[in-house]
């Protein structure tokens, strides 16, 4: 018999069991053996958020099938056919003589393991930001099970109630949510001064800001972290402006790659960490490939491919997949991420795919952008909810670069389709011209992401000058004399307003007849909810010889400062 | 002054009131006039089925903007800055006169009207089945404000109570749950053999009936209706295998394009009907425009491009845009449609994009098929809901030719990146490749569309051998000595079943020891919950020897025939 290809898989998380599970089912008689340092294989990560809110009852359900088995070494010995080594630490690679050499963490025995394949998937960890009480009690990272069910088990047993989280990343988004709903009192720190500053443009950010406030979660932004103190245990997080009483705090300022192995072996790494691969996962050596949140992804972009570091468990599967099949001989190369991320902050999908407006300009790029409101499906049905849309694209190419959506409407599908549509390199014409499915359940006859499409089109063709929020409100602070031009119907303007006295309001029925009040020396900013009035009113005013009039994009949906209400 | 473009539009629901909008827009100069032969323009004919659900309470929000601004011929002309005549039917076209005939539907007087660019959007009218009986009262075609207004007033007024819904297509699917859901009683006659026999294959439309037939709805299916009877109104419906009393019928058996106008001035139209039209919607007469539901549409296709009829109102915003575009000089050219739609059925999103199974058949392409289930996101979380996919793939280009979504999932947002993908015509290794948004209220890690690619990819590279499932109970009926093999756990085997004595089971994890049980001379179809195990027991007995294994593609949860179930 011939001898059998022998494969180590390093890493037991996602990447290194999609792999193994999968060259399994393709090459029968391979020898496959999958080692992990932790006692635990296989587990949902992204899950854990969801488990400290209490959505489910049991951490372990993470490490299950979807039918309650639970993927231990001897279930993948027994249905998927491959060996599992856990507490078990890969030392070090010898890529000339195609051994690993192993530390079994319970017995302290090392050995030599051979290999005619070797995969690295030994995921990320969490930045341990060196400030002083880092390694008090009561500090958590939300990484692995265990975290979050001592987290779970301290706040129930301590009575913890006063939680800072240190970063406003998606974990700490998605754990100030499940914080809340478990009755605590939560303050999110961030030295940059918006959420989430690596997914969102400021603009974006300050409506996710305005909805966790209004959940009752309390912002530090533009606030460094310089030491928690307490006695034995957290008490108060120190930043450069203020002490924050606190009986717990939870850690996520980013992930690291864990790409020690490969750099010691010599393998291409990026600068800034991850081990670099090619279109099927290989390293500099073609007999070693890596994948998950060890490596850095292409971008794939028809105008931009920067290598980019997002840890996301998609990707890691992605790249088992793309393992195994080329171990088999199956081509089918993996050609890189978008960026896309999608995050539940309370009642708001946040969203973004491909190029924020700053990576944008970062790249010296030139681009045009459009914010969008409006409902996800028709007014009329009860279910119906308000959406932001942000889009970046080229002004040469007019394709798409990216897109951002905050709200409490469906964004995730419009997300996904963004995220398709910068894939197969989109123009905008095209995006408005996609046969999405149209039932009112789940859309107005045009959908958002074609209408702001149609917005951004619409400027760039010189016919709609929309003007983003940020840009209006420094206009509104510098010039005295700018009119704000509400064209809402009397009983919006009843209920809500911008509360500013150079408002004029003219709803956009009576503009026509009423066009004389207006000057045509000054600078107008029209606007409605969600401004297609206000578009229509610069259109009405242009026709009649206006020539400084712009709408603010988005309206006051997407207004992201102070609006007076009547209640 | 130079005189003023003047251009006319026939017809006021949906493309008509937005072509004439965007080119106010755009040509805030043009002398534009919308003409109407109802009363009431521009209103959501989509929504009637969720007015008559009762899920908004006044009929004339359909009429309104999203701010509940009537959109009445006063608001188009103060807002838009067009003039609208309602109750004013065009009679015909002399384009060689460039001027249109039409008459005031209340004082009867004619006159002609000039026009320098005429846009046809006249819109559909539902079919009407040459039977006995059509016109006696409470029947009705839910297509105008009216219809729905008169027909939620008899049946509160009248106590009606017993529905026959003749015709199953996508109105009388959301028809039967907007009946239903009043406390009718509900029949659903169909003369072909399946629910939906325009929009799914018979394996999806099985599933559907199922859901349908568990909340209360009965169908007669396979037979048509040859009269309807009763003294002066409804009382029962006659179908060619029997009589169902009945209190009222609503008829849905189709829509057939208005395009009388044209024809009778030359235009080219389509032999089954409907205005043929470019790009840009221009007819045959290049100053003649047309579009909605009166054209029919491109098919737009990497493989295939037939003229295709699909009344919807997404498209006919799209076709109004393309329209004002092109006489304002914007050239932005509408390429056609991939003949996605998506209904609402109770708790199931039903969804199809592109080509079905049987319509590739048609055009005798080279198919390859798979049927995937699955939950929507994670099973830990609590919202977690099944989806059933079927994709159907150009064997020659491993392109993605359509796709087909049921289920209690969110089947919306997977649809509409297939119709994306098709539209930017990918391949099935892409749509696998696609960053789309991942965290756990979303989507599994890999997301069920990416899922189903995968199986079928694996299906063309040979190495999971599916079997649809009509295809199996084929084989069922027909081979005595077949195995069906389920490979579930205990648990699951305990709760629900196949109810078939040659049912051997042995949960997967068991197999690699039970092998010798399984004889290797007679077919097995192998299956589980969902049949990601049923693949994996088939790549188990490939590797041991068993060449006539298959796997039953979807598992139970798509399984369109009985299961047995525990309770």
Same mark, same amino acid.
């Given at each position: ?77 027994? !249905? $998927? @056919?491959? &060996? ?8 070090? #690679?010898?890529?000339? =003589? /195609? ?114 406030? !209004? $959940? @009752?979660? &309390? ?8 030491? #928690?103190?307490?006695? =034995? /245990? ?116 946040? @969203? ?216």
């Amino acid at each position: 018999m011939a001898s059998r290809l022998r494969v180590l898989v390093i890493g037991g998380v996602a990447c290194g069991p999609k792999t193994a599970s999968r060259l399994k089912r393709l090459l029968p008689d391979a020898d496959v053996t999958m080692i992990e340092k932790g006692a635990i294989v296989s587990y949902g990560a992204c899950g854990l958020p969801y488990y400290v809110e209490g959505l489910f009852p049991d951490v372990n359900m993470l490490t299950e099938t979807p039918v309650g088995v639970s993927r231990t070494p001897i279930f993948f010995e027994k !249905a $998927k @056919g491959f &060996r599992v080594l856990t507490r078990t630490e890969a030392l070090r #690679i010898d890529s000339r =003589g /195609k051994t690993i050499r192993v530390r079994d963490l319970d017995t302290h025995g090392e050995n030599d393991m051979p290999y005619d394949k070797l995969v690295i998937a030994t995921g990320g960890s969490p930045l341990r930001p060196p400030i002083d009480g880092i390694d008090l009690n009561n500090v958590w990272y939300v990484r692995e099970l265990q975290d979050a069910a001592s987290l779970v088990e301290s706040i129930e047993k301590l009575g913890l109630r006063k939680a800072v989280l240190i970063g406003a990343g998606y974990i700490n988004m998605e754990m100030a949510e499940a914080l809340v709903k478990k009755g605590l009192d939560v303050t999110v720190v961030e030295m940059f001064d918006q959420i989430m500053p690596q997914f969102l443009d400021p603009d974006m950010a300050m409506l996710v800001q305005k909805h966790l406030q !209004a $959940k @009752g979660v &309390r912002l530090a932004l533009g606030e460094a972290v310089t030491a #928690i103190t307490g006695n =034995g /245990k957290v008490e108060s997080i120190k930043t450069d402006k203020q002490a924050i009483p606190a009986d717990l705090a939870i850690v996520a300022v980013g992930v690291r790659p864990n790409d020690r192995l490969a750099r010691d072996a010599g393998l291409l790494c990026a600068p800034k960490g991850g081990i670099v691969i090619n279109s099927y996962c290989q390293t500099s050596d073609p007999h070693i490939y890596a994948g998950g949140d060890c490596v850095v992804n292409h971008y794939v972009h028809p105008i931009t491919g920067a290598p980019l570091y997002v840890p996301l468990g998609s990707t890691a599967n992605k790249h088992g997949r793309t393992i195994a099949n080329h171990i088999a001989g199956l081509t089918s190369p993996f050609c890189g991420i978008t960026g896309t991320g999608v995050c539940k902050v309370f009642d708001f999908t946040v @969203g973004r795919t491909g190029m924020s407006e700053r990576l944008a300009q970062e790249l010296n790029l030139d681009v045009e952008t459009a914010v969008w409101s409006g409902p996800d499906m028709p007014h009329y049905l009860p279910g119906s909810k308000p959406l932001i849309i942000k889009m970046v694209a080229s002004k040469r190419y007019r394709k798409l670069l990216g897109v951002q959506i905050v709200g409490m409407g469906d964004g995730s599908k419009r997300l996904d389709v963004a995220a398709s549509a910068i894939f197969f390199g989109a123009t905008l014409d095209q995006i408005g011209a996609i046969d999405l499915g149209y039932a009112p359940p789940y859309s107005p006859p045009i959908d958002p992401l074609a209408t702001t499409a149609h917005v951004l089109l619409n400027k760039m063709n010189g016919i709609a000058k929309g003007i983003p929020p940020l840009a209006a409100k420094q206009i509104m602070d510098q010039q005295k004399d700018v009119i704000l031009l509400d064209v809402r119907t009397p009983k919006e303007y009843d209920e809500m307003r911008l509360p500013d006295d150079r408002v004029v309001h003219i709803p956009l029925g009576a503009l026509r007849e009423r066009i004389q009040d207006l000057p045509k020396d000054r600078d107008i900013l029209a606007f409605c909810k969600v401004s297609m009035r206000g578009y229509e009113a610069q259109r009405i005013l242009n026709a009649a010889g206006f020539e400084r009039v712009w709408f603010i994009e988005g309206g006051l949906v997407a207004w992201p400062f102070n609006v007076w209400t009547k209640n």
